[in-house]
């Protein structure tokens, strides 16, 4: 079989291991003969105005001195922290010019096939794969890298029992022109019937980007957000540093925000067209209406409501849509466990970083999933929700350490900062340029390794500064500040006596 490595996405996870894995140290992953089969990913399809809740500095590296295009959100009365966001137009304009890098540098090695893989198209085939696409087109590769991101939405039973309910009410009733009910990605791509009543089910960023395409575009006429733990999980799991902030101001502001889960959902046959017809029953959990207290803690900023038992209730209201954002299916179409074949999905084990890349012990941060042959590799966000497999999601909370070692911005668990910097680790990629290097998400021994090669310093000194900068960054909101490396080399000067000129880390490059 022909050492061909077939790399199974084209988004931010393949893009950022294909070029990760040229540059890296790891032999295992450099291939003279590359195959990356994959349609475009989810920002390329959205508006390209769209925030995406990271920042340039943690989503994409400086390939060109051009500062990339991002949106700022403005000061909330609240305190929330504001911030210069990426925009989905520019981190689509970034994968671009990756992938045109690569086919410079690999101009006979490598190809782009837009297709995705079957259901269970990866199967073993003697010591290699066959990966077999949707076209019938079958491929043999001696390494397989799926790298195809978090999978479809995921839904909940009580969701996909509302979803069958529609289904069969068309024998009765004719079918609206838009979806009743949706996932939050299609819906804020929509462009929906205006002055809808809609629910926002869920408290992740998926759920306030709906909210906002709901709110800001005029598609709701009246609309409700509801996850389980409320305002509580809105404002930091799913938004930390401020981000989404407008449009969560705007629900608090006015009370559109409940604690609550949905128990039933029905359909209405005899509303009229433009009546809303899903009827949802909830159990809401009470809340005091008027009590919201706003913590600061380490720079992450809190909004909480006292709970109140005595208040929780069940209601029944009508919607136009329900849009949900309850999570990924790995398993779901196209997604990293749908297209592996069973016998696959189940010999995948836990990949670790060594070395103390993060200053951690060899079983304390994931970063890929593998084969027992380490032929095939799961990579990036497909990591995050352990392919479908139940042993290996129970484990993705050591996925999401990566990001305590990152700006806060960078902590959402599936997030591209995240991805690119667990990639970086397997592959073992590290910058030596002190022009290019990437000090919002180089791992603790690549800024130990930079300090070695820049000034010969001892590994104990290297230690110490790396473990500092890292904290440092892991307090601050968006990015290291370039005053906070500047005062640490001073500090170690003075403390230690080391001699290290700021001078050589080459720093206006670097923050250019």
Known sequence: MPPIQIVIGNGSSALNFLQSALHGSEAKFKSGDILVIGKSDLWSRTAATHAMGQTPALLQRQLTGQRPTSVAEMPRATGLPTGDYLTAGAHTQHLQSVRQSLLQKLPSGIEFLDDSVRPGGVVRDGTGFRVTVTFGTTYEASQVIVANGLGTAATLPVLDLGIQALKTSRIHAAPRGYSEIVDAVTYYNSNPPAQH????????????????????????????????????????????VGRNSEVIQMAVKNKLIEAGEIKAIAVNLGAAPDEPRLMVSAELLGVDPDAMTRTVKDGQVTLTKKMRPDLNRTVTCHFHQLVYAVGSNPLGDGGPGNIL????????????????????????ILIAFATPDEKLYVVGASVFGGVGVPTLKAIQAKYSKVGAYLPTAGTPPEGIAILSTAIDALTRHMITDPARFDWNRARPDEILNLFKRVYGLEDRYGRMIAKLLVERRADSKFALPREVIEKAVTDMNEVYRTKMDLNRLQLDAAFA
């Open 197 to 240: 009543d809609v629910l926002i089910y869920g408290g992740s960023a998926t759920s306030s980007w709906a909210a906002y395409h709901a709110w800001k575009a005029g598609n709701a006429r009246q609309m409700l957000w509801m996850c389980r733990r409320g305002i509580d999980a809105i404002s930091t799991e799913g938004n930390p």
């Open 341 to 364: 074949d069973a016998t696959l999905r189940n010999e995948l084990l836990p990949v670790y970083a060594k070395n103390f890349q993060f200053m951690t012990g060899d079983s304390d």
